[in-house]
């Protein structure tokens, strides 16, 4: 079973709509982060949220951390065809000495012109 | 400023033979460097890190290895590849391990590899 389970998995979606992507754990992060990566390349840090609770806002995404901090979740306001690719969630659990980040499984995003 | 490199980017490799893949980093020192796996348009599987010089962290058994003959070199290999061994690998590396998190990881192009 994956540490983290992002959903959905796959999205396709028309320019202008909006769209929430979820990253859910049943173990606390003390910090999560959100990477986008486009085909054939590596991915590309977008955000790392801290506080339980935080928002933060990158133009027309909006990344939000769980209170309790066991989730997370992008936001992205009218879509464009330039926000397609994978979007994948990362972070540390807490208290587990673990020294690497765990990625979540990914979801796709497709948005149509 | 920092770059990571990786080659090569495009490997083709008959099952049986072994496979030498190369990470360097550029503009840093003593850095933490990863090896992922990635199938197909999925998340990112964790294979090798390494906070040091012949420091190597294994996290899932398989029939890969991983290197560190330099600060700023990381190496995976196998002696004889799988078909199940096809895939998109990726180096990474970050700065100043925190426990707490916050840790951004900067990755490299990839190398596609394609085992027949």
């Known amino acids: 079973t994956q540490l983290l389970e992002q959903s959905p998995q796959f999205l396709s979606i028309q320019e202008g709509e909006n769209l929430t992507v979820y990253c859910n754990s049943s173990?606390?992060?003390?910090?999560l982060q959100w990477y986008r990566q486009e085909p054939g390349e590596g991915p590309v840090l977008l955000v790392t949220v801290v506080t339980g609770g935080e928002v933060k806002k990158l133009k027309r995404l909006t990344f939000q951390f769980g209170d309790a901090r066991k989730d997370s979740s992008l936001h992205i306001t009218a879509a464009q065809p330039g926000d397609t690719g994978l979007y994948l969630c990362?972070?540390?659990?807490?208290?587990?000495?673990?020294?690497?980040?765990?990625f979540g499984s990914g979801t796709r995003l497709q948005v149509q012109p | 400023s920092q770059t990571i490199h990786q080659w090569p980017a495009t490997l083709v490799q008959p099952v049986g033979s072994p496979l030498s893949l190369e990470c360097t980093v550029e503009?840093?020192?003593?850095?933490?460097l990863y090896w992922y796996r990635q199938a197909a348009g999925r998340g990112l599987q964790l294979l090798f890190y390494s906070v040091g010089i012949g420091q190597i962290s294994s996290e899932v058994p398989q029939n890969l290895s991983a290197s560190r003959p330099q600060d700023r070199q990381f190496i995976l290999s196998s002696k004889k590849l799988l078909l199940s061994d096809s895939g998109f690998y990726l180096c990474?590396?970050?700065?100043?391990?925190?426990?707490?998190?916050?840790?951004?990881?900067?990755f490299g192009p990839g190398t596609r590899l394609l085992v027949l």
């Open positions: 503009g840093t020192s003593n850095p933490n």
């Open positions: 990362a972070g540390i659990p807490s208290g587990t000495g673990r020294r690497a980040l765990t």
């Open positions: 173990s606390v992060f003390s910090s």
């Open positions: 990474a590396w970050s700065f100043l391990l925190h426990q707490t998190g916050g840790e951004t990881q900067y």
